[in-house]
Protein backbone atom coordinates (compact mmCIF):
# COMPACT_ATOMS: atom_id res chain seq x y z
CA UNK A 1 0.00 0.00 0.00
CA UNK A 2 1.40 3.25 -1.28
CA UNK A 3 1.59 6.08 1.50
CA UNK A 4 0.89 9.33 0.04
CA UNK A 5 1.66 10.80 4.00
CA UNK A 6 4.20 13.63 3.39
CA UNK A 7 6.51 15.48 5.83
CA UNK A 8 7.06 19.16 5.33
CA UNK A 9 10.31 19.99 6.12
CA UNK A 10 11.55 24.08 7.12
CA UNK A 11 12.42 26.10 4.37
CA UNK A 12 15.79 27.46 3.87
CA UNK A 13 15.02 31.17 5.16
CA UNK A 14 12.46 29.51 7.91
CA UNK A 15 8.99 29.90 6.38
CA UNK A 16 6.08 31.25 8.10
CA UNK A 17 5.49 29.38 11.61
CA UNK A 18 7.95 26.60 11.13
CA UNK A 19 10.89 26.03 13.15
CA UNK A 20 14.24 25.51 11.86
CA UNK A 21 16.75 22.53 12.66
CA UNK A 22 17.98 22.65 16.41
CA UNK A 23 16.66 25.93 16.92
CA UNK A 24 15.57 26.69 20.57
CA UNK A 25 11.86 28.40 20.93
CA UNK A 26 13.54 31.25 21.86
CA UNK A 27 15.71 31.83 18.90
CA UNK A 28 12.51 30.87 17.10
CA UNK A 29 10.66 34.04 18.71
CA UNK A 30 13.10 36.18 17.73
CA UNK A 31 13.25 35.38 14.14
CA UNK A 32 9.37 35.84 14.12
CA UNK A 33 9.90 39.01 16.20
CA UNK A 34 12.44 40.18 13.08
CA UNK A 35 10.30 39.79 10.45
CA UNK A 36 7.87 42.58 11.91
CA UNK A 37 9.49 45.46 10.66
CA UNK A 38 7.17 48.24 12.39
CA UNK A 39 8.22 46.13 16.01
CA UNK A 40 11.15 46.13 15.43
CA UNK A 41 11.70 49.73 14.63
CA UNK A 42 9.47 50.31 17.30
CA UNK A 43 12.05 47.78 19.34
CA UNK A 44 14.83 50.38 18.18
CA UNK A 45 13.08 53.40 19.41
CA UNK A 46 12.78 52.24 22.56
CA UNK A 47 16.15 51.52 23.23
CA UNK A 48 16.71 54.85 21.95
CA UNK A 49 14.77 56.48 24.24
CA UNK A 50 16.22 54.41 26.84
CA UNK A 51 19.93 55.35 26.12
CA UNK A 52 18.42 58.75 26.07
CA UNK A 53 16.99 58.56 29.43
CA UNK A 54 20.01 56.68 30.83
CA UNK A 55 22.71 59.62 29.36
CA UNK A 56 20.68 62.47 30.01
CA UNK A 57 22.87 64.74 32.19
CA UNK A 58 25.40 64.03 29.89
CA UNK A 59 23.29 65.18 26.68
CA UNK A 60 21.49 67.82 28.39
CA UNK A 61 23.32 69.95 31.64
CA UNK A 62 24.39 73.35 32.48
CA UNK A 63 27.70 71.89 34.04
CA UNK A 64 30.54 70.71 31.48
CA UNK A 65 31.27 66.73 31.24
CA UNK A 66 34.68 67.36 31.60
CA UNK A 67 36.71 70.90 32.54
CA UNK A 68 40.18 71.93 33.23
CA UNK A 69 39.52 75.52 35.94
CA UNK A 70 42.82 76.71 37.31
CA UNK A 71 44.35 74.07 36.89
CA UNK A 72 42.68 71.10 38.34
CA UNK A 73 41.11 68.84 36.25
CA UNK A 74 36.95 68.48 37.05
CA UNK A 75 34.32 65.88 35.57
CA UNK A 76 30.81 68.00 36.95
CA UNK A 77 28.44 65.80 35.91
CA UNK A 78 29.93 62.51 37.23
CA UNK A 79 31.13 64.33 40.16
CA UNK A 80 27.42 65.69 40.96
CA UNK A 81 26.21 61.75 41.49
CA UNK A 82 29.43 61.45 43.65
CA UNK A 83 28.31 64.59 45.91
CA UNK A 84 24.62 62.78 46.00
CA UNK A 85 26.02 59.79 48.06
CA UNK A 86 28.72 61.44 49.72
CA UNK A 87 31.36 60.30 48.17
CA UNK A 88 32.96 64.18 46.89
CA UNK A 89 32.85 67.64 47.58
CA UNK A 90 33.43 70.36 45.38
CA UNK A 91 35.81 73.13 46.66
CA UNK A 92 34.17 75.73 48.34
CA UNK A 93 34.46 78.25 45.64
CA UNK A 94 32.84 76.38 43.20
CA UNK A 95 29.58 75.44 45.60
CA UNK A 96 26.44 77.15 44.00
CA UNK A 97 28.08 78.54 41.34
CA UNK A 98 27.60 78.91 37.79
CA UNK A 99 29.52 76.47 35.60
CA UNK A 100 28.90 78.60 32.29
CA UNK A 101 30.11 82.00 33.74
CA UNK A 102 33.41 80.44 34.84
CA UNK A 103 36.65 81.21 32.55
CA UNK A 104 37.85 77.90 32.14
CA UNK A 105 41.39 76.50 30.80
CA UNK A 106 39.43 74.31 28.65
CA UNK A 107 35.69 72.42 28.71
CA UNK A 108 33.44 70.06 27.31
CA UNK A 109 29.81 70.88 27.60
CA UNK A 110 27.24 68.27 26.56
CA UNK A 111 25.56 68.93 22.98
CA UNK A 112 22.78 70.99 24.75
CA UNK A 113 23.77 73.49 27.63
CA UNK A 114 20.80 73.63 29.70
CA UNK A 115 19.26 71.73 32.65
CA UNK A 116 16.22 70.09 32.05
CA UNK A 117 14.96 72.76 34.58
CA UNK A 118 17.35 75.47 34.01
CA UNK A 119 15.76 79.17 33.49
CA UNK A 120 17.10 81.71 30.66
CA UNK A 121 15.11 84.15 31.85
CA UNK A 122 16.48 86.16 29.01
CA UNK A 123 15.05 84.17 26.60
CA UNK A 124 11.30 83.06 27.43
CA UNK A 125 8.92 81.53 23.96
CA UNK A 126 11.82 81.53 21.81
CA UNK A 127 10.55 79.74 18.26
CA UNK A 128 12.39 76.51 17.79
CA UNK A 129 14.96 76.24 14.92
CA UNK A 130 15.53 80.67 15.61
CA UNK A 131 18.90 81.50 14.10
CA UNK A 132 21.75 82.84 16.85
CA UNK A 133 19.88 80.65 19.31
CA UNK A 134 21.51 78.06 21.37
CA UNK A 135 17.75 76.68 22.15
CA UNK A 136 17.63 74.06 19.43
CA UNK A 137 13.73 73.36 19.88
CA UNK A 138 12.74 76.52 22.01
CA UNK A 139 11.82 77.60 25.66
CA UNK A 140 8.50 78.03 27.63
CA UNK A 141 7.20 80.86 29.21
CA UNK A 142 9.69 81.19 31.90
CA UNK A 143 12.60 80.45 29.52
CA UNK A 144 12.72 76.40 29.92
CA UNK A 145 14.95 74.70 27.13
CA UNK A 146 12.26 72.98 25.85
CA UNK A 147 14.84 70.41 24.16
CA UNK A 148 16.22 69.84 27.88
CA UNK A 149 13.21 68.80 29.31
CA UNK A 150 12.09 66.54 26.49
CA UNK A 151 15.61 64.46 27.55
CA UNK A 152 14.93 64.82 30.84
CA UNK A 153 11.13 64.06 30.76
CA UNK A 154 12.15 60.67 28.69
CA UNK A 155 13.94 59.40 31.95
CA UNK A 156 10.50 59.91 34.20
CA UNK A 157 8.52 58.70 31.76
CA UNK A 158 10.49 55.54 31.03
CA UNK A 159 10.92 55.28 34.89
CA UNK A 160 7.20 55.46 35.32
CA UNK A 161 6.49 52.65 32.65
CA UNK A 162 8.97 49.97 33.75
CA UNK A 163 8.64 50.90 37.60
CA UNK A 164 5.28 50.16 37.82
CA UNK A 165 4.56 47.78 35.45
CA UNK A 166 7.53 45.57 37.37
CA UNK A 167 5.61 45.50 40.59
CA UNK A 168 2.30 44.64 38.57
CA UNK A 169 4.28 41.89 37.07
CA UNK A 170 5.35 40.73 40.42
CA UNK A 171 2.04 40.97 42.07
CA UNK A 172 0.52 39.76 38.70
CA UNK A 173 2.64 36.43 38.29
CA UNK A 174 2.99 35.33 41.94
CA UNK A 175 -1.16 35.97 42.98
CA UNK A 176 -2.35 34.16 39.05
CA UNK A 177 -0.20 31.32 39.13
CA UNK A 178 -1.04 30.12 42.91
CA UNK A 179 -4.30 30.38 41.68
CA UNK A 180 -3.94 28.09 38.57
CA UNK A 181 -1.61 25.80 40.22
CA UNK A 182 -3.39 25.29 43.90
CA UNK A 183 -7.05 26.06 42.49
CA UNK A 184 -9.91 25.25 44.72
CA UNK A 185 -10.32 28.09 47.74
CA UNK A 186 -7.09 29.75 46.60
CA UNK A 187 -8.03 29.98 43.04
CA UNK A 188 -11.79 31.50 44.50
CA UNK A 189 -9.89 34.20 46.65
CA UNK A 190 -7.75 35.08 44.34
CA UNK A 191 -10.72 35.17 41.37
CA UNK A 192 -12.52 37.56 44.09
CA UNK A 193 -9.95 39.58 44.73
CA UNK A 194 -8.64 40.33 40.97
CA UNK A 195 -12.48 41.12 40.67
CA UNK A 196 -12.42 44.04 43.03
CA UNK A 197 -8.94 45.52 41.96
CA UNK A 198 -10.76 45.86 38.22
CA UNK A 199 -13.42 47.94 39.61
CA UNK A 200 -10.44 50.83 41.09
CA UNK A 201 -10.06 53.22 38.95
CA UNK A 202 -6.79 54.03 38.25
CA UNK A 203 -6.83 57.04 37.40
CA UNK A 204 -9.23 58.79 40.45
CA UNK A 205 -7.16 56.47 43.19
CA UNK A 206 -3.95 58.37 42.70
CA UNK A 207 -6.00 61.57 42.56
CA UNK A 208 -6.95 60.53 45.61
CA UNK A 209 -3.80 59.95 46.84
CA UNK A 210 -2.30 62.98 45.81
CA UNK A 211 -4.88 65.04 47.73
CA UNK A 212 -3.51 63.17 50.73
CA UNK A 213 0.39 63.10 50.45
CA UNK A 214 0.53 65.67 47.03
CA UNK A 215 2.77 64.44 44.02
CA UNK A 216 4.67 62.29 44.62
CA UNK A 217 6.00 59.92 41.73
CA UNK A 218 6.44 57.21 43.90
CA UNK A 219 2.57 57.14 44.89
CA UNK A 220 1.92 57.28 41.46
CA UNK A 221 4.17 54.37 40.38
CA UNK A 222 3.00 52.11 43.09
CA UNK A 223 -0.68 52.95 42.43
CA UNK A 224 -0.42 52.55 38.53
CA UNK A 225 1.24 48.91 39.59
CA UNK A 226 -0.39 47.91 42.58
CA UNK A 227 -3.99 48.57 39.86
CA UNK A 228 -2.40 47.36 36.78
CA UNK A 229 -1.61 43.37 37.50
CA UNK A 230 -4.98 42.01 37.09
CA UNK A 231 -4.77 41.38 33.19
CA UNK A 232 -1.31 40.02 34.01
CA UNK A 233 -2.63 37.49 36.57
CA UNK A 234 -5.46 36.50 34.27
CA UNK A 235 -3.20 35.48 31.67
CA UNK A 236 -0.61 33.56 34.13
CA UNK A 237 -3.39 31.55 35.98
CA UNK A 238 -4.99 30.40 32.33
CA UNK A 239 -1.33 29.34 31.19
CA UNK A 240 -0.62 27.88 34.49
CA UNK A 241 -4.40 25.47 34.56
CA UNK A 242 -3.20 24.28 31.17
CA UNK A 243 0.76 23.60 32.45
CA UNK A 244 -0.08 21.78 35.68
CA UNK A 245 -1.64 18.61 34.15
CA UNK A 246 1.22 18.27 31.89
CA UNK A 247 3.18 14.90 32.60
CA UNK A 248 6.89 16.83 33.70
CA UNK A 249 4.42 18.23 36.02
CA UNK A 250 3.13 15.19 37.19
CA UNK A 251 6.56 13.96 37.66
CA UNK A 252 7.95 16.76 39.79
CA UNK A 253 4.98 15.84 42.39
CA UNK A 254 5.52 12.31 42.41
CA UNK A 255 9.36 13.26 43.14
CA UNK A 256 8.22 15.08 45.99
CA UNK A 257 9.53 18.50 44.54
CA UNK A 258 7.87 21.68 47.38
CA UNK A 259 4.72 22.98 45.38
CA UNK A 260 6.76 26.14 44.98
CA UNK A 261 9.97 25.64 43.61
CA UNK A 262 7.56 23.42 40.92
CA UNK A 263 5.83 26.94 40.11
CA UNK A 264 9.15 29.25 39.55
CA UNK A 265 11.12 26.89 38.20
CA UNK A 266 9.00 24.52 36.10
CA UNK A 267 5.67 25.78 35.50
CA UNK A 268 5.92 29.85 35.23
CA UNK A 269 9.33 29.50 32.58
CA UNK A 270 6.60 28.11 30.33
CA UNK A 271 3.59 30.33 31.08
CA UNK A 272 5.40 33.87 30.97
CA UNK A 273 5.10 34.29 27.08
CA UNK A 274 1.66 36.00 26.93
CA UNK A 275 2.88 37.94 30.00
CA UNK A 276 5.23 39.64 28.19
CA UNK A 277 2.53 41.17 25.37
CA UNK A 278 1.00 42.15 28.45
CA UNK A 279 3.43 44.22 30.16
CA UNK A 280 4.31 45.41 26.55
CA UNK A 281 0.73 47.00 26.45
CA UNK A 282 1.19 47.83 30.22
CA UNK A 283 4.13 49.68 29.96
CA UNK A 284 2.34 51.96 26.75
CA UNK A 285 -0.78 52.41 29.44
CA UNK A 286 1.36 53.48 32.12
CA UNK A 287 3.24 56.45 30.39
CA UNK A 288 0.13 57.85 29.10
CA UNK A 289 -1.40 57.70 32.60
CA UNK A 290 1.48 59.35 33.51
CA UNK A 291 1.56 61.88 30.83
CA UNK A 292 -2.11 62.83 31.57
CA UNK A 293 -1.82 63.37 34.92
CA UNK A 294 1.21 66.05 34.40
CA UNK A 295 -0.89 67.62 32.34
CA UNK A 296 -3.34 68.34 35.17
CA UNK A 297 -0.53 69.23 37.26
CA UNK A 298 -0.91 65.97 39.58
CA UNK A 299 1.45 63.29 38.68
CA UNK A 300 4.80 65.04 40.18
CA UNK A 301 6.21 67.73 41.81
CA UNK A 302 6.51 71.29 39.75
CA UNK A 303 9.78 71.34 40.14
CA UNK A 304 10.34 67.78 38.11
CA UNK A 305 9.63 68.36 34.10
CA UNK A 306 7.73 65.84 32.50
CA UNK A 307 6.56 65.66 28.75
CA UNK A 308 2.82 65.68 30.23
CA UNK A 309 4.30 69.02 32.26
CA UNK A 310 5.62 70.74 29.40
CA UNK A 311 2.28 69.97 27.35
CA UNK A 312 0.23 71.36 30.02
CA UNK A 313 2.39 74.77 29.95
CA UNK A 314 0.75 74.91 26.27
CA UNK A 315 -2.66 75.83 27.63
CA UNK A 316 -1.67 79.38 28.81
CA UNK A 317 0.41 80.05 25.35
CA UNK A 318 -1.48 78.74 22.67
CA UNK A 319 0.71 80.83 20.13
CA UNK A 320 3.81 78.74 21.39
CA UNK A 321 2.60 75.57 19.01
CA UNK A 322 5.95 74.15 19.79
CA UNK A 323 5.50 73.82 23.45
CA UNK A 324 2.62 71.23 22.00
CA UNK A 325 3.63 69.93 19.50
CA UNK A 326 7.21 68.29 20.60
CA UNK A 327 6.22 67.05 24.04
CA UNK A 328 2.92 65.73 22.49
CA UNK A 329 5.50 63.75 19.46
CA UNK A 330 7.43 62.11 22.30
CA UNK A 331 4.20 60.90 24.05
CA UNK A 332 3.18 59.65 21.18
CA UNK A 333 5.58 57.65 19.78
CA UNK A 334 6.78 56.09 23.21
CA UNK A 335 2.56 54.83 23.08
CA UNK A 336 2.61 53.29 19.88
CA UNK A 337 6.74 52.21 19.75
CA UNK A 338 5.36 49.98 22.72
CA UNK A 339 2.10 49.31 21.38
CA UNK A 340 3.88 47.86 18.36
CA UNK A 341 6.16 45.77 20.45
CA UNK A 342 3.46 44.52 21.96
CA UNK A 343 1.64 43.75 18.78
CA UNK A 344 5.19 41.99 17.63
CA UNK A 345 5.44 39.40 20.47
CA UNK A 346 2.22 38.42 20.32
CA UNK A 347 2.31 36.93 17.25
CA UNK A 348 6.02 35.94 17.19
CA UNK A 349 5.03 34.00 20.53
CA UNK A 350 1.63 32.75 18.11
CA UNK A 351 1.70 33.01 14.65
CA UNK A 352 -1.78 31.92 14.28
CA UNK A 353 -2.96 35.58 15.91
CA UNK A 354 -1.60 37.35 13.01
CA UNK A 355 -4.31 39.47 11.96
Known amino acids: ???????????????????????????????????????????????????????????????????????????????????????????????????????????????????????????????????????????????????????????????????????????????????????????????????????????????TVVAFYGANIFFMMVVIGLTGWTGIARLIRGEVLRIRNMEYITAANSIGFPAFRI???QVLPNALAPVLVSIAFGIAGAILTESTLSFLGLGVPAEVVTWGAILDGSRSATFAWWMAIFPGCMIFLSVVSYNLIGDGLRDALDPRLKT
Not at 40 to 61: E, H, K, Q, S
Not at 79 to 86: A, R, S, T, V
Not at 93 to 103: A, H, I, P
Not at 191 to 200: G, Y
Open 1 to 207: MQNNTTTTEPTPNGGEGQHLPNETYLQYVKRQFRKNRLARTALYFTYFMFCVAIFADFLANDRPIACSYKGEFYMPVVQDYLKGMGMYRYPKELNNVDWKSLEYDWSFFPPVKYHGNGIDGANPFVPPFTSGSDHFLGTDQVGHDLLAGLIHGARISLSVGFISMSIAAFVGISLGAMAGYFGGWVDMLISRLIELFLNFPTLFLII
Open 263 to 265: IWR
